[in-house]
């Protein structure tokens, strides 16, 4: 078992990590080593899934005319194109089908991506990189983009690179007004 020491410790340094962690709109041209981009990636197949099914499939966008076109589908957000990397966090809808039917198609596949994506996101903070989580697309125009096959549902874009800014921290509402306890 581990001391009282260490977990307190452990959990101030993730604290420290959730409040660290920005939306990064702006970055450096530097191009972002691949093995960070696996790092990143990893931490995106260490998130809890629905049964362990792992529904997320990941596309990693380094080619300057796919960033592009991604940005357009993004309703010309210009900060992906200007991304050194993107990467796009998808479902497999047949994959999470088939362990979970319906529900599993349109929800807990929907769950496990967006806990694969905020477990990329933080990776990416604790490497000394910028992301931001980009959910305002035509989900047609990426998969056209990225050739997706129709069981593949892309759930968000991660532009990621060296930060050119560091956004101050917004306010966020305290525990008390988003909680309610049932004792």
């Not at 933080?122 to 959910?135: I, Q, R």
């Not at 069981?151 to 990621?160: C, D, E, Y």
Request: charged share 25%; hydrophobic share 50%.
């Amino acid at each position: 078992m581990e001391s009282k020491g260490k977990i307190q410790d452990r959990a101030e340094g993730l604290e420290a990590l959730l409040q660290a962690r920005r939306s990064v709109r702006a970055f450096e041209a530097a191009e972002v080593p691949r093995e960070h981009l696996v790092r990143v990636l990893q931490a995106g197949t260490e998130a809890p899934s629905a049964g362990n099914v792992q529904p997320w499939r990941f596309v990693v966008v380094r080619r300057a005319t796919a960033r592009r076109l991604l940005a357009q589908a993004a309703w010309d957000q210009e900060f992906v194109a200007q991304a050194p990397a993107v990467i796009t966090v998808c479902a497999d809808l047949a994959r999470s089908g088939q362990a979970y039917g319906q529900r599993g198609r349109e929800l807990y596949c929907l769950q496990d991506g967006a806990a694969a994506a905020l477990s990329m996101l933080l990776m990416a903070e604790a490497l000394g990189l910028g992301a931001c989580w980009v959910g305002a697309f035509d989900e047609s125009q990426v998969r056209a983009a990225l050739q997706l096959d129709e069981q593949v549902r892309p759930l968000a874009l991660l532009p990621v690179g060296w930060p050119a800014e560091r956004p101050a921290r917004p306010p966020r509402h305290p525990v008390e007004a988003v909680t309610a306890w049932l004792d």
